[in-house]
């Protein structure tokens, strides 16, 4: 064989195997899929458990694959799961499934809006390059809700405040409690907690304690169940002006113009009746003598 053949045909083999080896990377096909949420939809400010399965890692050519979770906003990797995890690629049973499973526990900002939320998966593996970034939505719901509260009657003179509460979010609550915590202008006597129970969204409910308010900032602790059972709090606070109902305290304490003339009416009815009895008694006598 001519020393051209030779060389032609050596030409040929490395072109082949360079077409051979190119062609065995090309098949070294990564995909990343969430398949679980827990809680579904999740909630801010606890944390969600999800499983993403890693397919194509049966292929010995992918090489090292890593899995890293992308943190921001409102997302973060709790302290117990790492945020990066690696496999090395064709190391499995064959009688069973060629996937990796991935669980990863995410803490989740209070301050996350409701609805989806984006979390992203960072997959990479040696020799490729800088990776592939995908994209998964979370779906977070805003459990929590709101209250608003008002002093619906005050009587310094009584010593009581009657405080009205209103559920003004979209979420029903149970075992509902108010608490008045220790503060300058509200000295409370006797028990400074109340239990409200149930109270459904945009509805309200009074409740009254034995308290000497003051004008200024009333501060108040609300604890409840959530509709997935979760005890939370809130902190709401109302501006109090004592005024109007120190208005209130003094005309409840005057009598009336015309209770005043119903009394005199009385007392001259009174008067006249024992006038006229005396008189009666004296004329009686005088006859009897």
């Not at 996937?99 to 939320?117: C, H, Q, S, T, Y």
């Not at 939505?137 to 709101?146: F, S």
């Not at 509902?176 to 509200?186: A, F, K, R, V, W």
Request: glycine letters at 6%; charged letters at 25%.
């Amino acid at each position: 064989m001519s020393s051209g053949k030779k060389r032609f045909g050596f030409v040929l083999v490395l072109m082949f195997s360079i077409f051979s080896i190119a062609v065995a990377s090309a098949t070294c096909n990564l995909d990343v899929n969430l398949i679980n949420q827990d809680p579904y939809p999740a909630m801010p400010g606890e944390t969600v458990k999800l499983v993403f399965q890693i397919t194509g890692v049966e292929n010995i050519d992918c090489g090292s694959v890593s899995f890293k979770v992308m943190e921001e906003f409102p997302f973060s990797v709790d302290p117990s799961i790492p945020a990066e995890s690696s496999i090395q690629s064709g190391i499995y049973i064959r009688t069973y499934q060629s996937f990796w499973l991935v669980p990863v526990i995410l803490r989740i900002d209070k301050n996350a809006k409701e609805g989806a939320n984006p979390v992203e998966i960072l997959l990479t593996r040696s020799g490729g390059g800088s990776g592939i970034l995908y994209s998964f939505d979370i779906e977070v719901e805003d459990v929590a809700t709101d209250f608003e509260i008002s002093v619906r009657d005050y009587s310094k003179a009584k010593g009581i405040l009657t405080l009205e509460i209103l559920n003004i979010g979209q979420n029903d609550v149970e075992a509902l409690s108010i608490e008045i915590p220790e503060q300058d202008n509200l000295l409370v006597k006797g028990s400074n907690r109340n239990t409200l129970g149930i109270l459904d969204s945009n509805e309200y409910t009074t409740t009254t304690f034995e308290a000497i308010a003051e004008k200024g900032e009333l501060e108040f602790i609300l604890r409840y169940n959530d509709i997935t059972g979760n005890r939370r709090i809130a902190f709401e606070s109302v501006n109090f002006d004592p005024q109007p109902f120190l208005i209130k305290d003094s005309e409840n304490g005057k009598i009336s113009t015309t209770t005043i003339l119903i009394i005199l009416v009385l007392i001259g009815i009174i008067a006249y009746w024992f006038y006229k009895r005396h008189k009666k008694r004296k004329h009686l006598k005088k006859e009897h003598k």
